[in-house]
């Protein structure tokens, strides 16, 4: 657990970049710091790995007070990850994960039989093992930081913007991959970013900071999209609050719909007989949604009696009967025929969902939350 006691950092200039940061960033966990330019995330940062002192308040990783520990001790328990990775540009890739271990004591085998591994997990293939950095995309570079700070194993985990100099769609597999990561590892982790929309994905609970270095909120994900503590934190989460909000409500006792379909190969006879209002689901043999077939232009498919892939539209998103509102408000939207496709976990059909019907739900639920809603305040304040 890492714990900002009161944290205050005044620059010699005088700049004040964190000013009385009070927040527990509980073992296991990854929580977030999130803010404009120049709020002071990345001092925060720092003070845990004592990159940089405070000037007054304290830092404890685990109980313990980082200025009763010498650094290079301290920072051997703290992996520290930052934005372009920064690899050592003359060793190869495993060795730049291997250098930690090989600090601590492993041998040049050992530690190098573990990089292997951590090649593995991070996603890069074994090809790529004596490349030098230089050789490498952005987004194999950041994964080999990823791979080099989690070498030694440490409890910790600093991580300032890791992943904001790769394109949206790498950015993306960064993020997905490092969450499943820690689902495995479970360490204790700072993740810093100015981007809200990251700061909800990777959250357990985000701190957002405001400039001055001052904390506006510490909560989940959930809560800051639903509960923004002020005007700050309401606009620095976005305007779409209320809809991303639904992402963390699960679609639960949504009922579905039951649907008819047909089969990719089935007559467009069938199609006909079994479509609602022009529109019918085609599935494949394992009962995976294909896509919609519209019959009302089905006369036009000259000289075809079964139902090809070429004939459907795409469809919309699917959603999971396990998954959130906001899933299923966004199938219904997105399809064609402006009914939802809802799947099994197994990607199996299961049913339709409406918008209407999504909406009359999310209504249902507000109603129930602010009858029993509790103001409770979990976040510790200077
Ligand atoms: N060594 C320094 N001397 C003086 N001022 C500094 C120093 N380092 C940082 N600052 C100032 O402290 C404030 C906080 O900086 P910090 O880098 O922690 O912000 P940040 O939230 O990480 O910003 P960004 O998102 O732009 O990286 C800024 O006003 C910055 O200019």
Redo the contacts with the bound molecule.
Sequence with gaps: MIRFESATKT???G?V?VNGLSLEAAAGHISVLV?P????????LRMVNRLIEPTSGRVLVDGRDVRAVRPAQLRRGIGYVIQQAGLFPHKTVLDNIATVPMLTGATRRQARSRAAELLELVGLPRTLADRYPAQLSGGQQQRVGVARALAADPPVMLMDEPFSAVDPVVREQLQNEFLRIHKELSKTIIF?T?DIDEAIKMGDRIAV?RVG?TLAQFASPAELLSRPADAFVAGFVGRDRGYRALGFTPAGSLSLVEEPTVRLGDSLTAARQRQQEGWVLVVDAADAPVGWLTTDTLGAAEGQTSIEKGMLHLGGTLATETGSLREALDAALSSPSGRGVVVRDDTRFAGTVSASHVLAQIAARATAVSSTSDTSCEEVTA
Excluded: E, I, M, Q
Aim: hydrophobic fraction near 20%; charged fraction near 10%; charge should be neutral.
């Design positions: 620059f010699p200039d700049t970049a803010g330019s120049g709020c002071g995330k990345t001092t925060s810093v100015h900071l270095g």
